[in-house]
Every structure is written in structure tokens, then in C-alpha cells.
């Protein structure tokens, strides 16, 4: 059984995950609008990676026999620019999600649950390699600038990424 603040910050962090996939269709449709189709596929498996993390805790509390409760989804909140700006708000927000996921291991250890703690780690690990590959396609633009054959050759190179869903 799980205590109603974890099973409260679990929920939330559903919510958070689910939102993320809305932000990144959002960033999908953008880059596909303009042309970027490897921008584009890589925001869409990026996206499928967030529903994946929402279904994982939303497994998580029905196993531990707590209550699922969805909230509304906002809107993602975006301002389109170049592919850098957009990669740039891509880390901001990993970095949100990581503090996010940071409480959940905090709350777990101060309401001594175990289980919980032991799941967040999954988590944890994910956070690090999201912004590991989000900062190395930020640094690949920052260091070739303007230059539009890199940008022609990243989006081949992101339109490559697979799809790989995540089990425990
Ligand atoms: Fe589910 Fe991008 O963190």
C-alpha cells in the first residue's frame, strides 16, 4: 500500500510526464511544418518515451494499490524559433522534469517507502541520459552555428533515432 502523499506526487508526476509528450508533439508538428522531418521524428519517439514514463506510474500505484487520479493536461507552452532555441527549451525542461523527480525520491525516503525509492532510481537514470543527449545535440549546433549542411545533415542523422519501449 502506498501513503497518500506518494500516491498524491506520483499522480502529479503522471501529469508532468503526459505533458511532456504534448510538448514534444507540439515540437514534432513545428518541425515537420518547416521541413526538419529528422527533428521532427526524433521529437515524436521522444514524445512515445513520455507516454511510456506516465504508463510506468501509472502501473506503479495500481501495483501498489493506490488510487489513479488524472488530471487535466495542459497546453504545452512554447515559443517557436530555431532549432537551437527549440533544443534549448527542450533542456530547461529535463531539468524541471529531474527536479520533479528528485522530490519523488525525497518524499520516498522521508515517508520511509522503499519500494518507491527503489522504483524512482529507474527515473533518476533516465533524467541523466535525457540531458546527456539533449546538451550533446545542443553543443553539435552551438559548434557548427548557421552552417545549414550540418543542420541537412543532423536531421538526417536524428531521423535515425528508434523507438525502444522501456520495461522494468
Ligand atoms: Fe520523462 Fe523527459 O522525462
Request: net charge negative; glycine share 4%.
Amino acid at each position: 500500500m502506498i501513503n497518500k502523499k506518494l500516491e498524491d506526487i506520483l499522480n502529479a508526476q503522471i501529469n508532468k510526464e503526459f505533458y511532456s509528450a504534448y510538448l514534444y508533439l507540439a515540437m514534432s508538428a513545428h518541425f515537420d511544418e518547416i521541413g526538419l522531418k529528422g527533428f521532427s521524428h526524433w521529437t515524436k519517439i521522444q514524445a512515445r518515451e513520455e507516454v511510456d514514463h506516465g504508463m510506468i506510474l501509472f502501473d506503479y500505484i495500481i501495483e501498489r494499490n493506490g488510487k489513479v487520479d488524472l488530471k487535466q493536461i495542459e497546453a504545452p507552452h512554447y515559443h517557436f524559433g530555431e532549432p537551437l532555441e527549440i533544443f534549448e527549451q527542450i533542456y530547461e525542461h529535463e531539468l524541471k522534469v529531474t527536479q520533479s523527480i528528485e522530490s519523488v525520491a525525497s518524499m520516498s525516503e522521508s515517508e520511509c517507502d522503499l519500494a518507491t525509492r527503489h522504483f524512482i532510481n529507474w527515473y533518476i537514470q533516465e533524467q541523466v541520459e535525457e540531458e546527456a543527449n539533449v546538451d550533446e545535440i545542443i553543443k553539435k549546433m552551438k559548434m557548427f552555428g548557421q552552417d545549414k549542411t550540418i543542420l541537412y545533415h543532423m536531421d538526417i542523422e536524428l531521423g535515425k533515432r528508434e523507438y525502444m519501449p522501456h520495461k522494468f
